[in-house]
């Protein structure tokens, strides 16, 4: 189980919390101007990064609050946290 470090509670199991996915993903600028296809991928299709990613994570059973972390994807060590929006 990951411990994830909320800058307000401390270290706490992941369980507390809700992934929201991908920090660096932004909504598209004109949405309108996507076919099906693109708005489709956007929504659905992450990035499957190995490595090093950012996520957003909601601190659900906690204080509430959203985090980010940067998370190695192949060996789910937690190396940085901090407040999110």
């Known amino acids: ?3 994830l470090p909320c ?3 401390g270290p706490r199991d992941e369980t507390e919390f ?5 920090a660096g993903k932004h909504r598209p600028a004109n949405p309108d101007q996507l076919t099906d296809q693109e708005w489709c991928d956007y929504l659905y299709v992450p990035a499957n990064t190995k490595g090093w990613l950012a996520e957003r994570w909601w601190h659900v059973a906690g204080c509430q609050r959203w985090i980010i972390i ?3 994807t192949l060996t789910h060590e937690v190396r940085a946290a901090g407040p999110g929006a």
């Open 1 to 3: 189980m990951l411990q």
């Open 7 to 9: 800058p307000w509670c």
């Open 18 to 22: 809700l992934n929201g996915g991908d």
């Open 70 to 72: 940067e998370r190695n």
